[in-house]
């Protein structure tokens, strides 16, 4: 691999050698309108785009992509990575109240421009609140008439460049746009393809955000990669629809699929059994499950219910990355060997719903460390610890933020390996076990109460596992000072089919008793009561672009009271 190689070399080059073959298929509303382009349009569209860009002097500069998931941000993306400009995925904002993250991102990314269609463009100018955040932005739209003409654009930029500002799911008031370079992007496209075995006969696909880094990383960068075909839907139909994604696999026979946990408890919950006859899903090899950390319950559940339509548990990848790593870190490979351990090392019971899932090892010259992070020095085997990342994978740092390098640029400590290379500190709590990492939560997120170190994953499994009316993947715990002392809240939202919209909550369900028993089982299990356990209506706790649940939010609603509580009409609340 040349190193001023990027994924527009790959394009151009799959154009050139199978410009017939589709290389991406977008299900606007399943088999009823289904689009696809080749990759010989894609080239065509790419270099229209990049025509476009240079005309507008956005060569080198940052482009905010505000476009839905569909072919257009495939082309769009493209057509930066052709003229050489930087490409900025933007979340569209769907209400007020997130249009302060489009504001802050914006002013951060320093952008000029952006594509986007003309009905986002029109709602914009249109609204008071979202012309201020767009005032000075150059719209451009590829249209049909650009992408007739015959545009003769090699792909400009080199592997040093940049290719990509990705602002991280959690960024809200002060964002935080990583710098990935064209180099960081093969050298983690690569790592991908070769964890999952992916080649150019692959089919790959999936429904997550395109803006969001498994979206673009995981698949249409993973397609231009290797060649293989990308197959995707909008987020918002599976989540109305979340048989439409196992149809998706099954129709396009494909091999690799990510999605958090909440996705696969969304099928476990939603999916009926009519609608799981028509699905085969024996050609999936590779489930991926890159949340943090990945719920061992949410794997068991899923392969259960799932057996009789072909899928094998062997299929589950759970995974590790992060956008500061460009997206992949450590997966299992070929050799599947789904481990669970305790946060001392040790091995769950058989059967046990919690405990911390194996997420495999690195790939590519990727390597992993566990580290003290306040003597930064190395840690053993079975201790938990900072992960620590270092590689060709590893971004460039934060946009406009100098002073944010040394979280890309750490040293080990009087490393006993000798190894002076620069590490990305992840934030992110971990240990290596035989060489597999297991991860156990963020840094941050840490609750130490008594002099004991907590971990919220630990305390949510336990609560989630205490009442059936608990919703799957939605609680949150952590910790708030109350008289100088450190106290443990629990917030858990109750399952939609309870939460009727004339009466609270479904005949025979006791709210009261479940937060005593969630009360009850984390101080059994954990040796700590609650302060207060909180339970809220379905989908009130707080979550990031990407689905998962924001501790931080979540806590800092919780200090504020908007916290959407079902004790609003009913005492649920067990106060210790």
């Known amino acids: 691999m040349s190193r001023d190689q990027t994924l527009a070399h790959c394009a151009a080059t799959w154009a050139a050698e199978r410009g017939d073959a589709i290389a991406y298929t977008f299900l606007a509303d399943g088999a009823a309108d289904i689009r696809s382009l080749t990759w010989a349009e894609l080239h065509r569209r790419a270099a229209a785009g990049a025509g476009l860009l240079a005309a507008a002097g956005a060569v080198g500069k940052p482009v905010l992509l505000m476009l839905p998931s569909g072919l257009e941000f495939v082309a769009s993306l493209f057509a930066c990575w052709y003229a050489g400009a930087i490409p900025v995925p933007v979340c569209l904002p769907r209400h007020h109240r997130t249009m302060n993250r489009l504001h802050a991102l914006i002013g951060d990314a320093g952008a000029r421009h952006a594509f986007a269609e003309p009905s986002v463009q029109q709602r914009f100018s249109a609204d008071e609140a979202t012309r201020d955040a767009t005032a000075g932005l150059t719209w451009m739209n590829l ?332 609680t949150a715990a952590f910790s708030i000072d109350i008289d100088a002392v450190e106290r443990l809240i629990v917030a858990a939202e109750i399952r939609r089919e309870l939460v009727g919209r004339d009466k609270l909550v479904a005949d025979g369900i006791d709210v009261p008793a479940i937060a005593r028993n969630v009360r009850a089982a984390v101080a059994a299990e954990h040796d700590v009561m609650p302060h207060e356990v909180v339970l809220l209506r379905p989908g009130a706790l707080p979550r990031t672009t990407s689905g998962k649940i924001n501790r931080g939010a979540t806590r800092q609603a919780y200090l504020e009271g908007t916290l959407d509580r079902l004790e609003a009409r009913s005492h649920v609340v067990a106060k210790h």
């Open 143 to 474: 249209t049909p008439a650009d992408c007739e003409q015959n545009h003769v654009i090699a792909p400009q930029a080199s592997g040093r460049d940049i290719g990509l500002i990705q602002y991280t799911s959690g960024s809200t008031g002060t964002p935080r746009g990583v710098v990935v370079t064209n180099a960081n992007l093969m050298s983690n496209s690569a790592a991908i393809a070769e964890a999952c075995g992916h080649d150019q006969t692959s089919t790959i696909g999936g429904w997550l955000p395109l803006f969001h880094d498994m979206g673009l990383i995981g698949l249409l960068a993973q397609a231009a990669f290797t060649g293989a075909r990308c197959v995707f839907m909008a987020p918002e139909r599976f989540l109305m629809r979340p048989w439409a994604w196992l149809q998706m696999i099954s129709d396009y026979q494909i091999c690799s699929s990510p999605a958090p946990n909440f996705g696969y408890d969304l099928c476990v919950d939603k999916v009926s059994e009519q609608q799981k006859q028509s699905v085969d899903l024996s050609g999936w090899r590779n489930a991926l499950n890159g949340s943090e950390p990945v719920r061992p319950a949410t794997l068991e559940r899923f392969a259960a219910a799932f057996a009789s339509r072909g899928f094998r548990a062997s299929a589950f990848f759970p995974c590790y990355g992060l956008a500061e790593a460009t997206l992949f870190v450590t997966g299992p490979g070929g050799k599947r060997r789904l481990t669970v351990l305790n946060s001392d090392g040790t091995r769950s019971a058989p059967g046990s719903s919690t405990g911390h899932v194996g997420c495999g090892h690195a790939f590519g010259d990727t390597r992993v460390a566990i580290v003290d992070p306040q003597t930064r020095r190395r840690l053993p085997d079975r201790v938990i610890g900072e992960i620590w990342v270092a590689g060709s994978s590893c971004a460039q740092g934060y946009w406009g933020k100098p002073q944010a390098a040394a979280t890309f640029a750490a040293r080990i400590e009087a490393d006993e390996a000798g190894d002076d290379s620069t590490w990305l500190r992840t934030g992110d709590l971990g240990m290596l076990v035989d060489g597999e990492l297991y991860i156990t939560g963020r840094l941050r997120e840490l609750i130490i109460l008594a002099g004991r170190n907590l971990f919220p994953v630990d305390l949510e499994q336990t609560a989630e596992n205490a009442s059936p009316a608990i919703a799957s993947s939605a």
